[in-house]
């Protein structure tokens, strides 16, 4: 399988499992947000740290902790732990549809971290798409009379993510373990408190303890398989594909959920699928220009030499 095939496969994998995320932490809703995260990074180290050693990553984890990689991933460590926390809180407290729409204004963040850090050329029906996707926030805060600022921050926060991981140039898999093992001695003090106060849901309950503990590859699984797309495909290809995921969050919130679904929600969330739509438009465009003009240039290269001895032919057939 080629390496943009095969990243496609695993960051599609990876947005399908995010869209279904709040059935997890709905789950959990009775357990508070900070330490739903510190059980996250516990059991990811613990997992993360077996599969580099059965996959005998040492030269890869050694590679991670050098300098210039070390510093990148304590900024990726922070942004991340940020997201987490806060796409937690947000899920727990029944804003599951805002939660969705900081995925769906993600794309045309990382068109805008693509323009800034990349030099990435903005398209004019670029700009339109973030035209439109910048009325779909103003009508938010006009109609309602709110600042969707989870929605924004959860945007924000993870394009960054992405962004860092893709200039890090680091293995996913031991990347991934030196980001989360930044925030084990947080994890750690905070869960000794809780349990030391009482407080602590881990022990307390066969349930919700192995829910804690599937924290593990419920988060580290999809964020190995995104790393690993984010490495072979672009930034813009990466934020069609993130569709998946926002899209299964929304239907859950406004189906499942019965989260409030308004005039003013359906105006914003218009005119950002809107924006959407001319983005993705853009993309496939320019897409099909690279295909001809590649395809016009291979037409006009010059015919190989000819050998001085005739070559097997290889029938269609085989």
């Known amino acids: 399988m080629q390496p943009r095939s095969k990243g496609f496969l695993y960051a599609f994998a990876a947005?399908?499992?995010?869209?279904?995320?709040?059935?997890?932490?709905?789950?959990?809703?009775?357990?508070?947000?900070?330490?739903?995260?510190?059980?996250?990074?516990?059991?990811?180290?613990?997992l993360l740290a077996a599969v580099v050693v059965a996959a005998r990553r040492g030269a890869a984890l050694r590679e991670a902790l050098a300098r210039g990689p070390r510093g990148v991933l304590a900024t990726t460590s922070a942004l991340i732990a940020g997201n987490w926390l806060l796409y937690i809180w947000a899920i727990q407290s029944g804003r599951v549809v805002e939660a969705s729409?900081?995925?769906?204004?993600?794309?045309?963040?990382?068109?805008?971290?693509?323009?800034?850090?990349?030099?990435?050329p903005l398209s004019v029906r670029q700009r339109g798409?973030?035209?439109?996707?910048?009325?779909?926030?103003?009508?938010?805060?006009?109609?309602?009379?709110?600042?969707?600022?989870?929605?924004?921050?959860?945007?924000?926060?993870?394009?960054?993510y992405g962004l860092l991981r893709k200039?890090?140039?680091?293995?996913?898999?031991?990347?991934?373990?030196?980001?989360?093992?930044?925030?084990?001695p947080l994890a750690l003090a905070l869960l000794l408190a809780r349990a030391a106060s009482g407080a602590g849901a881990f022990g307390h309950g066969l349930a919700p303890s192995i829910l804690l503990?599937?924290?593990?590859?419920?988060?580290?699984?999809?964020?190995?398989?995104?790393?690993?797309?984010?490495?072979r495909l672009r930034l813009s290809t990466?934020?069609?594909?993130?569709?998946?995921?926002?899209?299964?969050?929304?239907?859950?919130?406004?189906?499942?959920?019965?989260?409030?679904?308004?005039?003013?929600?359906?105006?914003?969330?218009?005119?950002?699928?809107?924006s959407l739509v001319v983005y993705s438009w853009d993309l496939v465009v320019t897409a099909r220009r690279l295909?001809?003009?590649r395809a016009a240039a291979a037409s006009t290269e010059p015919p190989p030499e000819p050998s001085p001895e005739p070559s097997a032919q290889v029938s269609p057939q085989g």
């Not at 279904?20 to 959990?28: E, G, I, T």
């Not at 200039?167 to 084990?184: H, I, K, N």
């Open 15 to 46: 947005y399908l499992a995010w869209g279904f995320l709040p059935l997890y932490f709905k789950a959990l809703r009775g357990i508070p947000a900070p330490e739903v995260l510190a059980h996250r990074v516990v059991w990811s180290v613990v």
């Open 101 to 120: 729409l900081g995925y769906f204004v993600n794309p045309l963040v990382n068109v805008l971290l693509g323009v800034v850090f990349l030099g990435e």
């Open 129 to 160: 798409a973030l035209a439109l996707a910048g009325a779909g926030v103003l009508a938010l805060v006009v109609r309602l009379g709110t600042f969707p600022w989870v929605a924004l921050l959860l945007a924000l926060t993870f394009g960054l």
């Open 167 to 184: 200039r890090a140039a680091v293995d996913p898999l031991a990347g991934l373990l030196v980001e989360t093992t930044f925030l084990v």
């Open 213 to 231: 503990a599937l924290a593990g590859p419920i988060t580290a699984i999809p964020l190995v398989w995104f790393a690993v797309g984010v490495q």
């Open 238 to 274: 990466m934020g069609l594909i993130q569709y998946v995921a926002p899209t299964c969050q929304f239907l859950l919130g406004v189906v499942l959920y019965r989260e409030p679904f308004t005039r003013a929600h359906a105006l914003a969330f218009g005119l950002i699928w809107s």
């Open 291 to 293: 295909e001809v003009a």
